[in-house]
């Protein structure tokens, strides 16, 4: 499985990123998939997930500004954030659990000042 992140940049308080994870070698509906962030000094965080059921689950922190998708063929996953503010700066991650094994990509900064 491989994972490229791309989308993410720097971008005004109140504005709006949408980050994209291509997807390949995967089979599709046997990888939970997710996104998360790093902010420096700390842990890796869960921002949202889409489960093999379909079922999506955001943070409390993003809830109801993100949302997490696919496209129709299955290949690309999105992350669209909207009304970004300071705290939502970290490096995101797309991650794809294939059990057993989990699936990293490179990751894409994304700035809010």
């Known amino acids: 499985v491989q994972l490229v992140e791309s989308g993410g940049g720097s971008v005004q308080a109140g504005g709006s990123l949408t980050l994209s994870c291509a997807a390949s070698g995967y089979t599709y509906n046997r990888c939970a998939m997710a996104w998360y962030r790093q902010a420096p000094g700390n842990g890796r965080e869960l921002v949202a997930s889409?489960?093999?059921?379909?079922?999506?689950k955001y943070s409390d922190s993003v809830k109801g500004r993100f949302t997490i998708s696919q496209n129709n063929a299955k290949n690309t996953l999105f992350l669209q954030m909207n009304s970004l503010k300071p705290e939502d700066t970290a490096m995101y991650y797309c991650q794809f659990t294939c059990n057993p094994r989990v699936y990293w990509g490179q990751g894409t900064q994304v700035t809010v000042s």
């Open positions: 889409l489960s093999t059921d379909r079922t999506i």
